[in-house]
């Protein structure tokens, strides 16, 4: 019962209705809807991608006819969609997950539109152009029939205070029924839908996180709590009821040993119990008895016992397996590798001793990573892991974190340019390797990029072979990553020009959102043809380099019958990249979290080739 253009998007169970038709409207229907699912009539089933017709400037689009074009129009289009157009802008591991998006987006009938527009004169300059990207970039950027259909307007699930409020009505009862769990995924929904201020203030919000805490202190989930509570407060947490909330952190502390900070926590449990106007004389009495009980344990102790404990971890670390043996050069690979280069063959690991099955040989954490879509809401898009008590972006519905911490890194520095654009990038068809370039860049700030530019003015197809390598090849360094291969001069024009404007789209998204400091123009700027030039290369890296990131799923807890492996995301590890492929491979990787860990599945000897496989095994 979906009204014609309209989006169900879910996520984690939480449903938005987002229509492309007018907001206006939706702001209308938003109390029959919330009296809907009050009575239970919430929809079970949700569109997975956007079409183009759901795009909000549908009528900006070309209808092209290929056979209404000239011959060089139809070969630059033919070129690209005979030869490039599955293994654009993505690996082929990723094609099973990424076709049915690509088809149904929008960019590639701009493609061809713009082919169609812009005259046989600017497609003979590009072969003049191809080798130089800045110069492409400025040229695509200036292209009139692109410039003139490219309209960038913000598309994303909002939040919804008629669902909250139903999620948390229900969350209350359960908690009341000593139903925890039920109650813990209600809450879940009624945060994840819970509107916040400009201000990132929301009364409504810090209240669901401490009844939401509550329910994760009576789960013994007290790390959860923990970030529940500091998030609570830094939202805005009513001072009258603030006494409850440092009572229940101090609590969680004493869990984990740091009593130091716990008994600080009581302190300003005590101190804002003054401010608790609507307390009853009497509870009032009883709950500071109970605090001034608590601080005299810590007054009268010793002072060992009121001290922290440095090797308690309040979070728990991703499970890593050690490297017994670690390269000096290559921190995350074992020092039973070594690196090579031949021209013709590129580099390639060998074994520098005999190497045993099972052996760890790398434990790597990625340069740049992104959730699968289907998977946002079901995985912290920071990290990967799964999530129990999922944190909100103040923004959007569609992502979530499994921690304050990843929250934090993740709203200071890439997700204010993506958050309002999610939908947009789902409606262009743009495959995972196109969110990865957009990711490349938006991790990282402008003045880092123009701090560093170094790193990307040359290309060396060379770099990270051990003979030649002097410093230590770290897996976070931009220059390692920009190193990686990526094909230019094999490529047709009809795939580079392809590139050229999907990057120039995610240039006009990135001045949409505030990246740059100045306002978008028809010609670009000198920062603008940098980012737009190092944000093609990655495109290019990104389709031979990136690993898709799977997770093991279990239909049941107790028997892996029916589990699988489902591809999560993509990320790009630069020192894995190194290794090539092969279809009998010697080494298997898993994943734990962003983390990818390789073990040999062979008896490699020493001077063989380590390979891995970019895809299926054979034999599968």
């Known amino acids: ?113 713009v082919c169609s527009a812009m005259g046989e004169e600017n497609i003979d300059k590009l072969e003049t152009l191809r080798d130089s990207m800045p110069d492409l970039i400025k040229f695509t950027y200036e292209l009139k029939c692109f410039r003139d259909v490219l309209d960038i307007k913000e598309f994303y699930p909002e939040k919804n205070q008629y669902e909250s409020k139903a999620k948390k009505d229900y969350g209350n009862k359960a908690y009341k029924e000593g139903k925890d769990l039920d109650a813990l995924y209600l809450y879940s929904q009624a945060i994840v839908s819970t509107p916040v201020g400009k201000d990132g203030k929301s009364k409504d919000l810090a209240v669901l996180l401490a009844n939401r805490s509550a329910v994760l202190f009576s789960l013994k989930a007290f790390h959860l709590a923990l970030d529940d509570i500091n998030l609570a407060f830094r939202v805005g947490y009513p001072d009258e009821l603030a006494y409850k909330l440092y009572d229940r952190k101090a609590k969680c502390l004493i869990a984990f040993k740091q009593m130091e900070d716990a008994g600080e926590a009581y302190k300003l449990a005590l101190k804002y119990l003054d401010k608790a106007n609507k307390l009853s004389a009497e509870k009032k009495q009883q709950t500071q008895r109970e605090l001034m009980q608590a601080l005299n344990f810590f007054k009268n102790a010793p002072a060992k016992l009121t001290k922290n404990d440095p090797d308690q971890e309040l979070y728990p670390t991703p499970e890593l397996p050690e490297i017994p043996k670690k390269n000096e050069l290559y921190p995350v690979m074992s020092d039973a590798v070594t690196f090579k280069y031949e021209e013709g063959r590129g580099r390639f690991a060998v074994a520098s001793r005999d190497i045993t099955v099972g052996d760890v040989i790398t434990v790597e954490k990625a340069i740049v990573s992104h959730m699968l879509p289907e998977y946002m809401g079901k995985n912290c898009t920071h990290c990967f892991k799964t999530m129990k008590a999922p944190l909100p972006c103040n923004t959007c519905t569609k992502v979530m974190f499994c921690s304050l911490k990843c929250r934090d890194t993740a709203l200071t520095t890439y997700h204010k340019y993506e958050c309002k654009l999610i939908d947009l990038f789902l409606s262009s068809g743009m495959s995972i390797i196109c969110f990865l370039a957009y990711r490349s860049i938006t991790q990282k700030s402008l003045q880092w990029f123009k701090d560093n530019k170094n790193l990307f003015e040359n290309h060396d197809k060379t770099s990270g072979q051990t003979k030649e390598q002097k410093d230590v090849y770290e897996s976070g360094d931009y220059r390692n990553y920009f190193n990686l291969v990526n094909h230019h001069s094999e490529r047709k024009t009809g795939d580079i020009f392809h590139r050229s404007m999907f990057t120039v789209f995610l240039l006009r998204c990135l001045q949409s959102q505030g990246y740059f400091p100045n306002a978008p123009s028809d010609t670009p700027t000198e920062d603008e043809v940098f980012i737009g030039t190092i944000m093609m290369h990655f495109l290019e890296v990104l389709q031979f380099n990136a690993h898709e990131v799977a997770q093991f799923e279990m239909v049941s807890k107790t028997s892996q019958e029916g589990a699988k492996s489902a591809f999560i995301g993509a990320a790009v590890y630069p020192t894995l990249a190194l290794f090539n492929h092969s279809c009998d491979p010697s080494i298997v990787r898993y994943y734990v979290e962003d983390y990818v860990v390789v073990q040999a599945i062979k008896n490699i000897f020493k001077g063989e080739e380590i390979c891995e496989n970019y895809g299926p095994i054979f034999f599968h």
């Open 1 to 113: 019962n979906v009204r014609s253009k309209q989006v169900v998007s879910t996520t984690t169970g939480v449903r938005s209705v987002v229509s492309t038709q007018s907001k206006q409207w939706y702001q209308r229907q938003s109390k029959q809807w919330y009296q809907r699912r009050v009575h239970g009539e919430i929809l079970e089933k949700a569109a997975a991608a956007l079409t183009c017709e759901q795009v909000l400037y549908v009528s900006c689009f070309f209808h092209v006819k290929i056979q209404d074009l000239s011959v060089k129009q139809r070969g630059l289009v033919d070129t690209f969609a005979q030869e490039n157009l599955q293994k654009m802008s993505r690996g082929e591991m990723f094609q099973e997950y990424e076709d049915k998006r690509r088809k149904e987006g929008f960019f590639p009938q701009v493609y061809k539109g």
